[in-house]
Every structure is written in structure tokens, then in C-alpha cells.
């Protein structure tokens, strides 16, 4: 099968030939389970990159995935466990996966750079690192693979995690379409590829008149003046998964009456930033991206793209509660229910009743990092402007496309400062790889904020980070939404002498 195929139908002929069955959950391949038992001692763990079918709006759907040993998605690792995993490609076309948010040495990043090439189907490559603990998450990187579900949790526990008397529960959300990423692109780009040869920059550092399509969208940002529209939601999708699974049918979390939940959250979409809600629950925001924060209070959550929450709920008795997300600028949701077992779950609506606002910063000017950086004089400060629109449809950093950039240099040894400044009319996931940097400015305003690995960059507005140079090699600074990396937005950063 060809890649841009994969997310054709099957027929229901060849999904009950497959043995899958098409109602509710689908279970992952058997094949996929039995090839993975991991053997005792320092044996790699298998992680299988293939493709499964789902079941979303009552339609099959192919898809990737990403499996472990246990057959479940992705990897959950004990504390003080490496990083040992043999990546074996059965998905029938190159594959490459990134760690999402840990620090390896640069070649196990998952990135594909001239020096580490995609992985061929049928090959397996090894990998062997220290992981850092907390909730990550991997995805391919390879294409837009990312968009057809090749993304999985990635679990590295603490040793408190195993001590403590509560229940872990991963909900990791994304977004879901029937047509082929690529045709997904096609229809934000138009039918040539918008993609600029340069000069085009400045008209596009756009005021709202500029902007030729807009989106519906609540005006809540501070940085916008009265009248202009945020451009949200770029893509039409056709369902927003928890769990691989809509809210016609939620995963129903059984839990124990009373008990304490450690909720991972992971905003694993391509192109949507979701606020979470925990009903009638209120819980303890407890880490960002995997790192630790001062325990902040509340029931209601924004999660952008590719940013991960950790929040511990105390629950009240023995009911049932819904954690939904709700997608910014629209009414629809996705979530899972926590429910104490032979509690009634109700059916939810698809549908909340009004459009969720625009995902903010409102949670990340309250965030304060455990371990912050120590307090240090920059040695390099790199300003990044973030430029584009939706029509044309491309996106630029310091007014260069990928991968047409030049490289933002750094050393081994520096405290390093990026400033960005976002003069489009959207915020931007902004991730980092290789180093975990703490948020020190919002709107030019400073903080001890979060350390983390995705930041939003506000709409018409500007977020500092920090960092550390200390994880030599070539790493990927981009947006993480899909079609702006793929339009253009992301850039280099990398240490001298890196061959
Ligand atoms: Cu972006």
C-alpha cells in the first residue's frame, strides 16, 4: 500500500476478514501482540511500527500505530529503566519515530536528518538512552504519517509513581479525518503549492485585512485589537479521538471509589488545541511536558498541540465522570469517562453548547517550575519572528522555509535565550528538541515559569524561553502544528563541528 492510501476505507468484506471487529474498540492486531513479549534481563523492549484499523463514526478507518511489547500503544517505562527498544518498521513504508520531549544524543532523536534516515519498512533500528521521567509521548516524524495516529504514549515513571496509592490513566487526544493527510494539505495550500520563494515576508507580517480567509473564532487574545479574528482550526476534521475513540463511545476508565487518579494528558492532534474539562471533578495540575510545577488548582485546562499535563483528581465518591476536551473555536469534544465500577455512565453529548474560546496562556503565566533554571546571564539570545497566513498558506521562521533555513548556533556551555515573536494572527505549539527550556517571558513580561519542551506562542505576541546548551548536536525547532511545519515553519538549531 502506498502511504497517501493509508487512510482509505476498507471495505466491511476485508475488516471482517481481517478478523477485527468493526464495533467499539478496535484491538490491535494479534500479530503485533504475540511478536512482543519482552525477555528477561537487559532485552531490548520491541516496539512495532504497523498499521491497525479503527472504527470512527461507525466507518473503519486504517491507520498507524505504534505498538509495545504489551500490545498496548506506545511504551511505559519503570524508574531508572533505559531507554532499550528495538523499533521495528512493519507499517509498509519508512518510518521514523520521535521521543517526543526526552533528551537522547541528537542521532536517536527520530529526526530525519541526512545523518539518520527513515528506517525502511521491514528494518528495525536500535536505540539505547537514559530516558528523563514523566509523560512523553512519540510520534513519526517522517512525513504526515504523524496525522494517520503513528503516535503512541511514552510513560517514563518516578519512583514516586510507584509508591504512591493511586490509579494512572493516559488520555491522549487527536484529531481524526477520512481523507489522506496529503489531500488534508492540499486543501489548506489550494492547488498549487503556496509554498513562497522568499520576498513574500513582508506582506505577509499581515494585519487582519491581509488575512484572506478567516475563521470563526472568539477574539479572546490581549494582543489583538478590537475587531480582528484569530484564524483557528485550519483543518476540517471529521472526529476528535481519546483514546482512538469518540464520545459516541468513550473508554470507560473503571475506578475505585474514592480513590486518587493521576490523569496523563497528552495532546497528541496534528492541528488541534483542545480545553480540557473535568466536569464536576476539580483536579491538581502537577507537571508540564513530564516536568514537575507547583501544584496549581483547577477543573478546567487549555492543552496545545503536542503539550502534555499531568493532573492528579481526588474523586469524590463512587459516580461517573466524564473528562471531555473540548476543540478551541468549535463545539466539539472528545473525551473518556472515570467511572467507579457498576456506576451508571450516561451518554454524552458530541457537542458542547457553545464554542470553546481560543486556547490561551492563561495556564501558562500561572505555571512556576519545581527545578528552574539556575539564575544566569544569557550567552546567546536568538529572536525568531513567526510569520504567515492561511492565505497563501505558508508559514516562516525569521522569514526563511523549511528547509531553505539558516541555523540558529549555539555551544556546549551556553545559556541560551530564544525570543519569539509571533506576528501572525495564530498562536504556534513551538517545540524544541533535545533540551527541555524554562518559559522566562510572556509578552515580553518575565516569569519563572514552566520548563517544558512546547510552548504556544501568543497571537501577536511574544514567548522567551531558556535553556542550557548542554545536548550537542543538529535539533529541529518547529511548530507543531502539522501543516505549518509542512508549509514551511520550522528551522535548525545546532552546535559547531556536528558531523
Ligand atoms: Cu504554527
Redesign the pocket.
Known amino acids: 500500500m502506498r502511504e497517501n492510501d493509508r487512510s482509505a476505507l476498507l471495505t466491511r468484506r476485508q475488516i471482517l476478514a481481517s478478523g477485527v471487529a468493526i464495533a467499539g474498540t478496535i484491538p490491535f492486531l494479534t500479530r503485533e501482540r504475540a511478536a512482543a513479549a519482552p525477555e528477561p534481563g537487559n532485552a531490548a523492549l520491541r516496539l512495532t511500527a504497523g498499521t491497525r484499523t479503527l472504527a470512527v463514526n461507525g466507518k473503519p478507518a486504517r491507520v498507524f500505530g505504534l505498538t509495545g511489547p504489551d500490545g498496548k500503544p506506545g511504551l511505559t517505562l519503570s524508574p531508572g529503566e533505559r531507554f532499550k527498544v528495538d523499533l521495528v518498521n512493519q507499517a509498509g513504508t519508512p518510518t521514523l519515530v520521535h521521543w517526543h520531549g526526552q533528551l537522547p544524543p541528537w542521532k536517536q532523536d527520530g529526526f530525519p536528518w541526512p545523518q539518520t534516515p527513515p528506517i525502511p519498512a521491514g528494518d528495525t533500528q536500535s536505540y539505547d538512552y537514559a530516558p528523563i521521567a514523566g509523560t512523553y509521548w512519540m510520534h513519526s516524524h517522517h512525513g504526515m504519517q504523524e496525522q494517520n495516529l503513528m503516535t503512541a504514549p511514552l510513560i517514563v515513571r518516578r519512583a514516586e509513581d510507584m509508591r504512591a496509592d493511586r490509579q494512572e490513566v493516559v488520555l491522549m487526544l487527536h484529531d481524526f479525518s477520512f481523507r489522506t493527510p496529503d489531500e488534508l494539505l492540499a486543501g489548506v495550500t489550494g492547488s498549487q503549492n503556496a509554498m513562497p520563494k522568499g520576498g513574500m515576508d513582508k506582506a505577509m507580517n499581515m494585519d487582519a485585512a491581509s488575512v484572506g480567509r478567516m475563521k470563526s473564532g472568539t477574539v479572546g487574545a490581549m494582543n489583538m485589537a478590537p475587531g480582528m479574528t484569530m484564524d483557528l482550526n485550519d483543518i476540517d476534521y471529521d472526529a476528535f479521538l481519546a483514546n482512538d475513540r469518540t464520545l459516541a463511545d468513550p473508554e470507560i476508565v473503571r475506578t475505585e471509589p474514592g480513590g486518587r487518579v493521576l490523569l496523563r494528558l497528552i495532546n497528541g492532534a496534528s492541528s488541534t488545541q483542545f480545553w480540557v474539562d473535568l466536569g464536576a471533578l476539580s483536579g491538581t495540575v502537577v507537571a508540564v511536558d513530564g516536568q514537575p510545577v507547583r501544584p496549581l488548582r483547577g477543573s478546567r485546562f487549555p492543552l496545545a498541540m503536542a503539550q502534555r499535563l499531568d493532573v492528579l483528581i481526588d474523586l469524590p465518591g463512587n459516580g461517573s465522570y466524564p473528562i471531555v476536551a473540548q476543540v478551541e473555536g468549535k463545539r466539539a469534544r472528545t473525551g473518556i469517562v472515570l467511572a467507579a465500577s457498576g456506576a451508571p455512565v450516561s451518554r454524552l453529548a458530541m457537542e458542547a453548547g457553545e464554542n470553546a474560546p481560543p486556547v490561551d496562556l492563561s495556564l501558562e503565566r500561572r505555571l512556576e517550575a519545581v527545578h528552574p533554571l539556575a539564575p544566569r546571564a544569557p550567552d546567546v539570545t536568538h529572536r525568531v519572528i513567526?510569520a504567515?497566513a492561511m492565505t497563501p498558506y505558508a508559514?516562516s521562521m525569521n522569514g526563511e522555509y523549511w528547509p531553505n533555513v539558516t541555523p540558529l548556533m549555539i555551544a556546549t556551555g551556553q545559556r541560551v535565550v530564544i525570543e519569539m515573536i509571533n506576528q501572525?494572527m495564530?498562536?504556534?505549539?513551538?517545540h524544541l528538541h533535545g533540551h527541555a527550556f524554562q518559559v522566562v517571558a510572556i509578552d515580553g513580561a518575565p516569569l519563572t515559569g514552566a520548563v517544558r519542551d512546547t510552548v504556544l506562542a501568543p497571537t501577536k505576541g511574544s514567548v522567551t524561553i531558556a535553556f542550557d546548551a548542554d545536548n550537542p548536536g543538529r535539533w529541529a525547532f518547529h511548530?507543531?502544528?502539522l501543516?505549518?511545519?509542512m508549509t514551511g515553519?520550522m528551522t535548525e538549531v545546532r552546535y559547531p563541528a556536528i558531523i
Open positions: 513567526l504567515g508559514w501572525t495564530m498562536p504556534h505549539p513551538m511548530c507543531h502544528n501543516y505549518h511545519m515553519m
